[in-house]
């Protein structure tokens, strides 16, 4: 298959991924008027053949990241995006955040690595029922304390160290946890709507970041160079 054969091919399936809406022209931030194809019924079109560009450039430093075997936090709060965050970060067993961005997560790591290794601890204790040592009042609020930890850290149990890259769902929206990165030097990768400052990120990949087709097909293109990364590794 030719190179232009297949940039045509993902042309086509990103439009069917919805890839190519944008916000209304007033919510659009300067820094994305040259990805701008054109406008149809109020909302901003993009043009899809730079998206592709930015993509690949955005798949070519992800493949390197999994030769090297190194980390990738995937971010990605908003409801659209939860499901497919987390499920892309899964398939290549790297840490994650489908939920709210808990400060510090980045800038202040250790306290959240001890944060982590409670959670960790105090569900080791109940799966081994060594919690029946307290009342029935105390470990109802145990299990609270595990679920409050759950639905803030669970996905960052296998997060040891700082990642040494980042993907985000929609830099403006996740932009605590992007300026975090920034502060540490962690390069960031970033699904943008037109609505987003790209100059705040490293890699920015113009499309839909609101439609959950469009958040799927991302994720999944990033999880997938990865795995093609480790596999090039392991080849040679």
């Known amino acids: 298959m030719t190179e232009e054969v297949k940039n045509k091919d ?87 955040v489908s939920g709210r961005w808990v400060g510090g997560t980045i800038t202040n790591f250790v306290e959240v690595r001890k944060r982590v290794m409670k959670y960790e601890d105090l569900l080791s204790q109940r799966e081994k029922g060594e919690l029946v040592k307290y009342t029935k009042k105390e470990r109802l609020l145990i299990d609270r304390q595990i679920d409050k930890l759950e639905r803030l850290f669970s996905g960052l149990v296998n997060l040891k ?42 890699f920015a990949v113009v499309a839909n970041d609101a439609s959950v087709s469009s958040i799927n097909f991302f994720t999944s293109e990033i999880a997938k160079a990865y795995k093609a990364g480790k596999s090039a590794k392991k080849s040679n």
């Open 161 to 202: 160290d700082l990642p040494k890259a980042m993907f985000v769902v929609d830099s403006k929206k996740e932009h605590i946890a992007v300026a975090e990165a920034r502060k540490a030097g962690i390069p960031v990768i970033a699904l943008c709507g037109t609505d987003c400052n790209l100059k705040e990120v490293t």
């Open 10 to 96: 993902l042309i086509e399936t990103m439009f069917k991924a919805g890839a190519h809406f944008g916000y209304a022209k007033s919510r659009r931030h300067a820094t994305v008027a040259p990805f701008i194809f054109g406008v149809k019924n109020r909302t901003e079109i993009i043009n899809l053949e730079k998206t592709a560009e930015l993509l690949e450039k955005a798949l070519a430093f992800v493949t390197e990241l999994g030769k090297d075997n190194k980390s990738i936090l995937f971010v990605g709060g908003k409801s659209e995006s939860r499901a497919a965050v987390k499920n892309a970060a899964m398939t290549i067993d790297m840490p994650y």
